[in-house]
């Protein structure tokens, strides 16, 4: 008889449980739902925790849970265990998915620390650029083994900043999903979801001012300023994303190229990084979509590891008349795929506020 198998103690279990929790997620909603098994832990979805309006592909809900995976597997690494994925059933918040740990004798690498994991975090406040830092960064995670699918191509400053003019009212397009974006913002550091998940008014590096706001737009007044908002959106679309920006495109490329020849670093912006994958779609296939969300996490560690932060800008791949503009982008350089994520990578040019975590 084969001796019985080793097993983490569940304390252990626990631990790195906790230490997955500093994952990154769309809206910071945290959607993964651990629960220790027997030999293992099995990954379940909290509905509540999911963006029907905003992702009802689900495709941020399995990058996101792809991040968390990642991040229980460099956990557990560090003490020595390796993470082994059973198979996916069910898709977005129906997903169920099963882990079993293995000792290894060698230390179990990853090749990223917990420490790593703990000190990544998205900034939007201004990001420097460093295309020094970004170029070592871009070739290291080309060289990583076990890599997904997952590629990155960089946007012209002028395409970037026409998509996301176009696509910046595109999570108050409806009052369903405004109601929804404005649920998850938190807005009040007196509210105890404050210290728990969404989006703080510290991390979107709102000034002072609009915090006095969280009683307009609190979770109760949400749909009365959704169906306001929603009433103006088509207003602001039109003066946001004029057909004269699409002509003026190429000249305000060439404008810009010159202006940075002449003056190079001056107000330069930081990169604008598209990830897209060949094949599946992030959403209707969950297995490619958390095989993304892991790289991700360890592509948004390697620029960590150069100096660089991200901002993630997901409605440039969520508002469909800019996912088929990226499409279009990626198209025209030979590089047939569906973009999964657009984010700015740069140097951090102020400390960054901690957004909050569920307690474990
Ligand atoms: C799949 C995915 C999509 C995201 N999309 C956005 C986004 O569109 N805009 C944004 O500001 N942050 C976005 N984020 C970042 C999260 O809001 C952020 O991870 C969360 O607030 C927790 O903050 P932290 O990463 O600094 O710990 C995204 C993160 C993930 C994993």
Redesign the pocket.
């Known amino acids: 008889m084969s001796a019985p198998r080793p097993q983490p103690a569940p304390a252990l279990r626990e631990r790195w449980i906790a230490v997955a929790g500093?994952a990154?997620?769309?809206?910071?909603t945290q959607p993964w739902r651990p629960v220790p098994t027997g030999s293992g832990v099995r990954l379940t979805v909290d509905p509540a925790r999911t963006l029907p309006e905003a992702d009802p592909r689900h495709e941020?809900l399995h990058?996101?849970l792809g991040?968390w995976v990642e991040a229980l597997a460099i956990a557990a690494a560090e003490s020595g265990w390796s993470l082994q994925t059973g198979p996916v059933s069910g898709v977005g918040p129906d997903l169920v998915l099963d882990f079993r740990f293995t000792r290894t004798s060698a230390p179990a690498l990853t090749g990223f620390t917990v420490r790593e994991l703990r000190a990544r975090?998205?900034d939007?406040g201004r990001l420097l650029p460093d295309d020094r830092a970004l170029d070592a960064a871009v070739a290291e995670f080309a060289a990583l083994p076990g890599c997904s699918d997952l590629a990155l191509s960089q946007l012209p400053e002028p395409l970037f900043s026409h998509l996301q003019a176009q696509s910046a009212t595109h999570v108050l397009s409806t009052p369903a999903m405004a109601a929804e974006t404005l649920g998850w913002l938190r807005l009040d550091p007196r509210d105890p979801a404050y210290q728990r998940d969404g989006?703080t008014a510290d991390?979107l590096r709102l000034p002072a001012g609009t915090r006095m706001l969280a009683p307009v737009l609190g979770a109760r007044a949400a749909p009365v300023v959704a169906r306001a908002l929603a009433r103006v959106q088509p207003l602001a679309r039109r003066v946001l994303c004029t057909a004269d920006t699409v002509k003026t495109l190429p000249a305000a490329t060439a404008a810009s190229s010159a202006v940075r020849a002449v003056l190079p670093g001056i107000g330069r912006p930081p990169a604008r990084l598209v990830v897209w994958g060949r094949a599946e779609d992030s959403g209707t296939d969950p297995i490619a979509g958390i095989a993304r969300g892991r790289d991700l996490l360890r592509l948004w560690l390697v620029l960590g590891r150069h100096g660089l932060r991200v901002?993630?800008?997901?409605?440039l791949k969520d508002c469909p008349d800019t996912r088929e503009g990226l499409r279009a982008f990626l198209g025209r350089r030979g590089r047939e795929g569906e973009p999964c994520?657009v984010f700015s990578a740069g140097r951090s040019s102020s400390p960054v506020p901690r957004?909050p975590r569920l307690p474990v």
């Open positions: 500093c990154p997620s769309a809206h910071n941020d990058l996101s991040c975090q998205v939007r989006l991390c901002a993630a800008h997901s409605e994520g957004a």
